[in-house]
Structure formats: structure tokens, C-alpha cells
């Protein structure tokens, strides 16, 4: 180990907080900026034999480079990994489920998961590949394991909040040859790391929770293996999924506060699951943080936060209607993970299997007091209580 090593946020044994603020940064060069800006190059200066690292930029990019050091120090501390950065999650998402697996191959789904899965399941099977699908609760997945090429695992779900035993899922797919890819949108790698459960890929939305501002879209992929890595990246070359510039160096600033967020959101979110918890208008809702949700358990045995989303069913679509029009301080906005609160009534899309009242609740990062009275307020309105 040498000086810089000594000192560096790799080391496992400094808080989140510390690794967040430092993540990535190079080691440290007289009358340079803390954080190089982002560098707009479609091609590098390159005379004589092609020799890398920066040749040209739908490979490589150097802004990259230094986000894909952070993403991989916050999902692995302390362990050698590989990322790859992305244009979005679908990105990173399509990426590894079409480098790993190939005609014949089978591949496994949850059947509760993020919305454009079953728009991929659709491309996967077109190619040849076989899909089985199971439910994310209770290890469902365990059952349609045998002879999968992949489980993809995602956990908590998106929406409905379930938990699945990584750890679990993990012993029993690779017992039997199957690699494991965790998205880890929701959790972010403060509040959950895949790979340290055993997942071969922690893949991840970086639109969401990790960049907080809601302002660009990227996604990522961390794999322990070079070579299962190297297809990834592979990946990415041909399809041309890359993350401009301006938008790598924006989520790598924005890293720097995530633990600040994440803490802030994390409690919010709570706050509001137990304000809502004593409602009677309100039934189905979840969070694992919640010590009574059917996921607390194996959430709070996995999991080191349980994110910034609340889920929860209101009598009917115009009541959840009526409950939006009336918060002050929540946007009608899709997404989630964002500084700012936002809600929406996820039946809306029509993808997901939701009742017609059904609410994603995203909590930002304002004072708590001020978001619970917002979101009772607005109950009161929508039942109609003034
Ligand atoms: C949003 C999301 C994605 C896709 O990410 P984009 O950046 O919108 O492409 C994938 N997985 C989960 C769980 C998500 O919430």
C-alpha cells in the first residue's frame, strides 16, 4: 500500500459520508480543481499505433473514468471491481441481460419489476432466449432457478416495495451455474451492495436516488469479474449507450451529497409511512423500514437504509386524484429518489399490477415536519375532511 492508498476512501473503514464527499477524485495535482471538469471529446489525439486509454469517445472518456472510480468505491469498498457507466438504466439494465445470455439460454425475471422489463422480456424471447418470471417476495424466484443462464433480482421492487434474500438467491443460483444481477436503483449503495451479498452484477438506475436532482439520466453496471465485465463493456461499444460528458461529470458531483441526501430522505420517507400508518383511508402500505412490513425482517438484515419510497392505496383512482391535486410541496411527477418530493398515481401508465388508488410516494429532502403536515393536509383535503 502506498501514501495515496493510505489515505484513500477505498479503505473500508471510513463512514458513508466520508467515502461519498471523496469518491473518485484523483489524487490531488498542484493548481488543478478538486473534481476536472467534463471533457467534451468525440475523439483524443492519437499519432502513430492506437494505444488507449483515451482514443476515442463512444470507448472511453476520461470524465467517465473518474465517475466509474466513485460508482465502484460506493457499490464495493475496498474490493477491485469494474464499472461501466451508461446513457440510462435501461441501458446498463439491456446491456446485461444481452451480453450474458443467448439464444437458448434461460434467463429469470421478477414479475413485479420496473415497468420497461416486460418491454425487454419481449426483446429477450424475439432473440431465442426463454424468460420465467416469479414474484419478488418470499424467495419466489428460488423455485424456476434450475439450469438459468441469469436471475435477475430487484429488491426492493419497484413499485410495490418488496424485499427478496439476496444472500439466499444467491447460494442457490450459483450452486446451480447461475449468475446473479441485483438492480439496485432503489437502495442506491448506501443503502444496499449486491456484490458484498454475493451478486455477480449490482446494476443501477443512476437517474433515481444516486443523483438526487433530477436532472439527467445515466445508469451503471459494477461486476467483480473482468471478464463478465469486459462483455458489458463490449456491450456498450456496440450499441453506443454512452453517457455524454456533461452529464457523467453532473451525477459525479452530485455524489458528493449523497449521504446527506440519502439520511435526510431516508427519514422522510419513514416520517410519512408512520403518518400515514394511522390512517384509515389508507390500506397496502409499505416500507421496509417500517418495522411492521412484511419486508422489515430480511430488508433490515440486508439492507444499511431502506430508501426514499413509500407505497400505499387510497379507497379509489379519484380519491388518489384529489389527494395529488392537493399537496403543495409533492410534484405529480414520475421517477423517484429525487430532492424534491414527488407522488404520482402509478396506475396511470397502465404497466404495473396496481390498484386504481394506488401511490408511489417519493420523500425528498425537505424539513420533515413540513412534508407530513403537507401529505396529511392533502389526505384531509381528498377525504373530503377540509
Ligand atoms: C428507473 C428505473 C430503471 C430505468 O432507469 P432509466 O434511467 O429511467 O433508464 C431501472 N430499474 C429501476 C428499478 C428503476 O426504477
Redesign the pocket.
Known amino acids: 500500500m502506498n501514501d495515496h492508498d493510505r489515505d484513500s476512501p477505498r479503505r473500508q473503514d471510513v463512514g458513508d459520508g466520508t467515502r461519498a464527499v471523496r469518491a473518485g477524485l484523483p489524487a490531488p495535482v498542484k493548481n488543478e480543481p478538486t473534481l476536472p471538469g467534463p471533457v467534451f471529446a468525440a475523439h483524443f489525439h492519437l499519432p502513430g499505433d492506437v494505444e488507449g486509454p483515451y482514443t476515442y469517445g463512444r470507448d472511453t472518456n476520461p470524465t467517465w473514468t473518474l465517475l466509474e472510480e466513485a460508482v465502484g468505491e460506493l457499490e464495493a469498498p475496498g474490493q477491485d471491481v469494474h464499472t461501466i457507466v451508461f446513457a ?6 439491456s446491456a446485461v441481460l444481452l451480453s450474458q445470455a443467448q439464444t437458448g439460454d434461460t434467463v429469470v425475471l421478477p414479475d413485479d ?2 415497468q ?2 416486460p418491454l425487454l422480456r419481449g426483446q429477450l424471447e424475439a432473440y431465442g432466449i426463454r424468460v420465467r418470471t416469479a414474484p419478488t417476495r418470499e424467495e419466489a424466484q428460488l423455485d424456476v432457478l434450475d439450469g438459468a443462464r441469469l436471475l435477475w433480482i ?1 429488491t426492493p ?2 413499485p410495490g416495495l418488496d424485499v427478496c434474500d439476496v444472500r439466499r438467491l444467491v447460494d442457490a443460483a450459483h450452486a446451480g451455474g447461475t449468475l446473479v444481477a441485483v ?1 439496485n ?2 437502495a442506491t449503495p448506501l443503502g444496499q451492495r449486491p456484490l458484498e451479498l454475493g451478486a455477480d452484477f449490482s446494476v ?5 436516488g444516486l443523483t438526487g436532482h433530477g436532472d439527467l ?3 451503471y453496471v459494477v461486476c467483480g469479474d473482468p471478464e463478465l465485465a469486459a462483455r458489458v463493456r463490449q456491450w456498450r461499444k456496440i450499441v453506443g449507450a454512452v453517457p455524454g460528458p456533461m452529464e457523467a461529470w453532473l451525477a459525479h458531483r452530485s455524489l458528493a451529497t449523497l449521504q446527506l441526501r440519502a439520511q435526510r430522505q431516508w427519514a422522510n420517507a419513514l416520517a410519512v409511512a408512520e403518518a400515514l400508518s394511522g390512517r384509515a383511508e389508507v390500506t397496502g402500505l409499505r416500507y421496509p423500514g417500517l418495522a411492521t412490513d412484511p419486508s422489515h425482517k430480511t430488508a433490515a438484515r440486508q439492507m444499511r437504509g431502506f430508501g426514499s419510497v413509500v407505497s400505499f392505496t387510497l379507497p379509489d383512482r379519484a380519491h388518489a386524484e384529489r389527494f395529488m391535486a392537493a399537496l403543495h410541496l409533492v410534484e405529480d411527477a414520475t ?2 429518489g429525487g430532492v424534491r418530493s414527488t407522488a404520482e398515481r402509478r396506475g396511470r401508465w397502465g404497466g404495473d399490477a396496481v390498484p386504481e388508488g394506488f401511490i408511489r410516494f417519493s420523500a425528498g429532502a425537505e424539513d420533515t415536519e413540513d412534508l407530513v403536515a403537507d401529505v396529511l393536509r392533502a389526505l384531509g383535503v381528498a377525504g373530503g375532511g377540509g
Open positions: 440510462s438504466g435501461m441501458a446498463a439494465v419489476g420496473y420497461a422489463l430487484e421492487s419497484n438492480d436503483t432503489l443501477a438506475s443512476g437517474t433515481k439520466l445515466l445508469g421517477s423517484f
